[in-house]
């Protein structure tokens, strides 16, 4: 049974992570060990129904001999914890070779990368756009003869500047021949949320009701999350995304942006989805997202930065008075609830006199009235000063504990 269809045609939302494949071209290179780490973390996130919600895109076999030992050791590893996934170019070779990477996995796929436009069919294959979607029809009929239950996924590269009626009959060809999902890639993009609506919503109608449609969508322009909403709005049920974005150039849709967008508010959900709509087999657990960012990130040197969304160092942090008073009044969702994030207060030069008194209490000191308004005065003088915003702890600590000698620690 392929597991991945059944989810989207059911209208549940399948993840399709390339942080170990497509993430690769963001100049980083996953171990093997950690990609199985990271696909069981994933996986986990949804429970048993891990292979269900999520495609693991294990690695590109035809690169190494590592590679393929790589992608085989995630197939059999991680096989419980998602569907695991190998990709391949649109040669037989190439698909002898991804098959035997994932062959006696559970849920394992493949994936086929066949060039779609003009520009691309060209450089690919040095053909035009119809003679490499009929080679690549003749490779996915290849691979289904082959597969022996493997399922056989396509990308179709370079989707949006093709003619999309073309594109739209060979995804319905290759979906008729047995193909499980077909991936319609921006690989450029520079596409804008309309722009990607028309896109799925032309290649749907012209491939037929049988044809489970994958979004594929990069982040040149900083759209890569609201084009893979447009699609999703259009009706798609699987898509792509990578861990802290990594892709080639500027990345792609944020696989915890996604999830968190679609998974911790209802009612935001309905409003992609529709109303009524029934997103998960079982509802993904958000508070897994920080720690798997965490590792991914020590993993790869891609940092989490203060602007991060979701997961950034700024989420959950307090600096300054009001917010510090109505933290509800100026967050967008409770990093608690949704995340596990405790919430922490920074000492910053826009501290108030409550925030610099709930730090030093953290630390262990208990200031008069008096002593708050010195300390006061001397973060905001270091600050300026420095021309560094935050007051390291043990700086803050140093300080206090000149100020408060005749006083007892509490």
């Given at each position: 049974?392929?597991?991945?269809?059944?989810?989207?045609?059911?209208?549940?939302?399948?993840?399709f992570?390339?942080?170990?494949?497509d993430?690769?071209q963001?100049?980083?290179l996953?171990?093997a060990?950690?990609?199985v780490?990271?696909?069981?973390?994933?996986?986990?996130?949804?429970?048993?129904?891990g292979p269900?919600h999520?495609?693991?895109?294990?690695?590109?076999?035809?690169?190494?001999?590592?590679?393929?030992?790589?992608?085989?050791?995630?197939?059999?590893?991680a096989?419980?914890?998602?569907?695991p996934?190998?990709?391949?170019r649109?040669?037989?070779?190439?698909?002898?070779?991804?098959?035997?990477?994932?062959?006696?996995?559970?849920?394992?796929?493949v994936?086929?990368?066949v060039a779609a436009?003009?520009?691309?069919a060209r450089a690919?294959v040095?053909r035009g756009?119809?003679?490499?979607l009929?080679?690549?029809?003749?490779v996915?009929?290849?691979a289904v003869?082959?597969?022996?239950?493997i399922?056989?996924?396509v990308?179709?590269?370079?989707?949006p500047?093709?003619?999309?009626?073309?594109?739209?009959e060979?995804?319905?060809?290759?979906?008729?021949?047995?193909a499980?999902?077909?991936?319609?890639?921006?690989?450029v993009?520079?596409?804008l949320?309309?722009?990607?609506?028309?896109?799925?919503?032309?290649?749907?109608?012209?491939a037929?009701?049988e044809?489970?449609l994958v979004s594929h969508?990069h982040?040149d322009l900083?759209l890569?999350?609201?084009?893979?909403?447009?699609a999703l709005?259009?009706?798609?049920?699987v898509?792509?995304?990578?861990?802290?974005?990594?892709?080639?150039?500027?990345?792609m849709?944020?696989t915890e942006?996604?999830?968190?967008?679609?998974?911790h508010?209802?009612?935001?959900a309905?409003?992609v989805?529709?109303?009524g709509?029934?997103?998960?087999?079982?509802?993904p657990?958000?508070?897994?997202l920080?720690?798997?960012?965490?590792?991914?990130?020590?993993?790869?040197?891609v940092?989490l930065t203060?602007?991060?969304p979701i997961?950034?160092t700024?989420v959950?942090?307090i600096?300054?008075?009001t917010?510090f008073?109505?933290?509800?009044?100026?967050?967008p969702?409770d990093?608690?609830?949704?995340?596990?994030l405790?919430?922490?207060?920074?000492?910053?030069?826009?501290?108030?006199?409550?925030v610099?008194?709930?730090?030093?209490?953290r630390?262990?000191?208990?200031l008069?009235?008096?002593q708050?308004g010195i300390?006061?005065?001397?973060?905001?003088d270091?600050?300026?000063?420095l021309?560094?915003?935050?007051?390291?702890d043990?700086?803050?600590?140093a300080?206090?504990d000149?100020?408060?000698?005749?006083?007892?620690?509490?």
């Open positions: 049974m392929d597991v991945v269809r059944e989810s989207a045609r059911a209208g549940r939302v399948v993840l992570e390339e942080s170990a494949r993430g690769a963001a100049k980083t996953m171990s060990g950690f990609r780490r990271l696909a069981r973390e994933q996986g986990a996130v949804f429970g048993a129904d269900r999520v495609v693991f895109a294990a690695g590109f076999p035809s690169v190494c001999g590592q590679e393929f030992e790589a992608t085989r050791q995630v197939a059999l590893e096989q419980g914890s998602v569907s996934s190998a990709i391949c649109g040669t037989v070779a190439d698909v002898r070779l991804a098959l035997g990477a994932v062959r006696g996995a559970a849920h394992a796929r994936m086929v990368i436009s003009e520009a691309t690919l040095h756009a119809r003679d490499a009929r080679q690549g029809l003749d996915v009929k290849e003869d082959l597969a022996e239950g399922a056989v996924d990308c179709l590269v370079d989707a500047r093709a003619d999309h009626g073309l594109v739209a060979y995804a319905g060809a290759m979906t008729a021949l047995g499980g999902t077909i991936v319609l890639a921006d690989t993009g520079d596409l949320p309309g722009q990607t609506r028309t896109l799925f919503q032309r290649v749907a109608a012209g037929g009701p044809a489970v969508l982040n900083g890569g999350l609201a084009n893979t909403l447009a709005e259009s009706g798609v049920r898509a792509a995304c990578s861990w802290l974005g990594m892709a080639e150039r500027s990345g849709t944020a942006q996604l999830l968190f967008l679609l998974a508010d209802r009612a935001k309905e409003q989805l529709g109303a709509c029934e997103p998960w087999w079982t509802q657990d958000l508070t897994r920080p720690a798997i960012a965490q590792m991914v990130s020590d993993e790869t040197g940092p203060v602007t991060t997961l950034g700024g959950a942090t600096s300054t008075g917010p008073t109505h933290p509800q009044t100026f967050q969702y990093p608690q609830q949704h995340l596990g405790a919430p922490a207060v920074i000492l910053t030069h826009l501290a108030s006199r409550r610099l008194s709930a730090v030093a209490e630390l262990g000191y208990r008069d009235p008096a708050t300390a006061l005065a001397w973060v905001k270091r600050a300026y000063r021309n560094q915003a935050v007051i390291p043990a700086d803050f600590a300080y206090l000149g100020l408060t000698a005749t006083t007892p620690r509490s």
